[in-house]
């Protein structure tokens, strides 16, 4: 069974930067799309952004869209989420996931526990 850690997150002012670091252990997780899903107090789950297995494709949420970016190491069974501009509505649990291209979350297969992300005013 696989296995993905969030880390990274924490409290920052509005219009800092963050990244976070997904790290896969336990299988290869070079063959699947990964993906960052959010969670807001009180909020569904919703999506954030995703790169393909071999990292050459990516997209985004219209909430993070040129804010944020995802880069992956395949080599290191690592993604990133790099996030930048951010705001107080992007507070949340911050998942990362890994799952077919293009996939719902409930077609999703592997799920982090996810790391706290707040951003003060």
């Known amino acids: 069974q696989g296995q993905l850690v969030e880390s990274g997150g924490g409290l920052v002012q509005a219009g800092a930067s963050l990244r976070l670091s997904c790290a896969a252990s336990?299988?290869?997780?070079?063959?699947?799309?990964m993906y960052w899903f959010r969670q807001a107090p009180g909020k569904e789950r919703e999506f954030v952004g995703a790169?393909?297995?071999?990292?050459?494709?990516?997209y985004y949420s219209n909430s993070v869209k040129g804010r944020y970016t995802i880069s992956r190491d395949n080599a290191r069974n690592t993604v990133n989420l790099q996030m930048n501009g951010l705001k107080p509505e992007d507070t949340a649990v911050y998942y990362c996931?890994?799952?077919?291209?293009?996939?719902?979350?409930?077609?999703?297969?592997?799920w982090g526990k996810g790391t706290l992300v707040t951003v003060s005013s």
């Open positions: 996931a890994a799952g077919p291209w293009r996939a719902t979350a409930r077609d999703i297969p592997y």
């Open positions: 336990g299988r290869t997780f070079s063959t699947y799309t």
């Open positions: 790169i393909s297995s071999s990292g050459g494709d990516s």
